[in-house]
Each structure stands twice: as structure tokens, then as C-alpha cells.
Nanobody, 122 residues
Framework: QVQLVESGGGLVQAGGSLRLSCADSGRTFSNYAMGWFRQAPGKEREFVAVISWSGGTTNYADSVKGRFTISRDNAVNTVYLQMHSLKPEDTAVYYC???????????????WGQGTQVTVSS
């Protein structure tokens, strides 16, 4: 049984930083790739970043490359999204999800968290 819970969202000034966490209550966390997606109101869900089960492979959307870093700590069943140089267009609900493989398409992901709101003020 997998349950993903995101945390760390909130309000931040443009140019600031925020770190999101996603904890897996199950015990199969290290067997899967983990991805971050985001969705703004009225917009399609957008791929942000993904990390392989070992952490050896990472991919990022062009819009966040160089600003965001995805990482994971399998010892505590947690994946992180460190966000720097935040922009108002980063405002969205951020979701973590589990996939069998490293991918950027949401249909690949089997389990999803409930999301955490990130709001970046101008």
C-alpha cells in the first residue's frame, strides 16, 4: 500500500526558495521512479522533474532546469524538490507521483499525492 503526502508548500517572494517534500507511508518507495508535476487553475498538469529509484538519473522540464533540484532519501522514503529563483509562473499545486520508469508523461505514474500549494508573489 502506497500513500504519498506532499508538504512544504506556501507563499514565497519572487526570487526566493522553497523545498517540497513527499513522504511515502508504504515500504516500496525505493523500487520506483519519483516525479513532480504541477497544475495551475484551469491549466493542464505539467511535468516538472523525475528521479530514478537509485537517484542516478534525473530529468527536468526546460522551464525549471537550473532552478529546481529533485532528490530522494530512500532511507526515510522521501523525495524532495528544492526550488530556487522562484517566479510567479511557478505558482501551482505541486504533486508527487510514482512511476515504474523514468518518464515525463503523467499516464506512466501509478500513485499520486494530494498536492501542496506553492504561491510565488511578484
Amino acid at each position: 500500500q502506497v500513500q504519498l503526502v506532499e508538504s512544504g508548500g506556501g507563499l514565497v517572494q519572487a526570487g526566493g526558495s522553497l523545498r517540497l517534500s513527499c513522504a511515502d507511508s508504504g515500504r516500496t518507495f525505493s523500487n520506483y521512479a519519483m516525479g513532480w508535476f504541477r497544475q495551475a487553475p484551469g491549466k493542464e498538469r505539467e511535468f516538472v522533474a523525475v528521479i530514478s529509484w537509485s537517484g542516478g538519473t534525473t530529468n527536468y522540464a526546460d522551464s525549471v532546469k537550473g532552478r529546481f533540484t529533485i532528490s530522494r532519501d530512500n532511507a526515510v522514503n522521501t523525495v524532495y524538490l528544492q526550488m530556487h529563483s522562484l517566479k510567479p509562473e511557478d505558482t501551482a499545486v505541486y504533486y508527487c507521483a510514482i512511476s515504474w520508469v523514468v518518464a515525463s508523461v503523467p499516464t506512466t505514474y501509478k500513485y499520486w499525492g494530494q498536492g501542496t500549494q506553492v504561491t510565488v508573489s511578484s
